[in-house]
């Protein structure tokens, strides 16, 4: 793990083997840690990059106002970088998104996990599932609000608990009771938006574009990467990962892997 300094703030990050580089950025359930197997994967061919969102994982968070998509353009200034492949997961999705439209100079492709972009807004049968599965939780109880949104999000509302590996559930848990910190450490900050924000500048996006989600992700998160593939010029709509849900790239790495070197080659 190495920090350096982007726009005032400590980001810690991963920096492994040679080439073009390519950023991987984490889910807002989860941290770096979740890349583990994409970095073993992409560092074959190129330099790969896997950061810690500011105020997320060994990331620091000054009080100072910023964004998440200035930082990722900042981190390319910091290490001398002109461009690189962003790779996103779930809000690091929505963040790599935001970053092409905010700095299109500064990106040169774009793969997308489950990503719910700016803009985007739930459907009721969404809002309804999260009742259902989660239902209310004492948002204090770091603990038991992980426990939920995990059944929610990385288990999925169409598996049950007992069909998923008990270690992936454990150490998406540990991730996201730390996210859920950073969430209500950032929520003290002021945390610039894209604006106007994604959700109908897609044809703006003028990279390649690759688009997946896991079969047991929401519907919404399926519907939407069929957007983004359609609306990008260069979109490319892999098929859904099977037996993943919304941390497809931690659950199962062999198809993201096959995947992103096919895409980024």
Request: proline share 8%; charged share 25%; with cysteine.
């Amino acid at each position: 793990m190495t920090k350096i300094e982007v726009n005032g703030a400590m980001l810690a990050y991963d920096d492994a083997g040679a080439g073009n580089p390519v950023v991987l950025l984490h889910a807002g359930i989860a941290d770096r840690r979740m890349w583990r197997a994409q970095i073993d994967a992409l560092s074959t061919r190129y330099r790969v990059l896997a950061v810690d969102l500011r105020g997320y994982g060994e990331s620091e968070l000054p009080p100072a106002p910023f964004a998440h998509h200035d930082d990722v353009a900042g981190l390319l200034d910091a290490l001398g970088l002109p461009r690189a492949a962003l790779v996103g997961c779930s809000f690091g999705g929505r963040v790599a998104v935001d970053t092409a439209l905010a700095h299109p100079d500064r990106v040169s492709a774009l793969a997308l996990f489950g990503a719910p972009v700016s803009g985007n807004e739930w459907s009721e049968e969404t809002e309804q599932l999260w009742e259902d599965l989660v239902g209310d939780v004492d948002p204090e109880d770091f603990a038991a609000t992980a426990a939920g949104e995990v059944r929610f999000w990385v288990v999925g509302p169409t598996r049950r608990p007992e069909d998923v590996d008990p270690e992936l559930i454990r150490f998406a848990e540990e991730m996201d009771q730390r996210a859920l910190a950073a969430e209500q450490a950032l929520s003290a900050v002021e945390v610039g938006e894209l604006d106007p924000p994604a959700i109908d500048r897609f044809a703006e996006l003028a990279v390649p574009v690759l688009v997946g989600t896991g079969t047991h992700d929401v519907a919404d998160l399926r519907r939407l990467a069929d957007r983004i593939a359609a609306e990008a010029p260069q979109g490319v709509r892999m098929p859904d990962v099977p037996d993943a849900a919304h941390l497809a790239p931690l659950e199962r790495p062999e198809p993201i892997n096959k995947a992103l070197l096919d895409f980024l080659a």
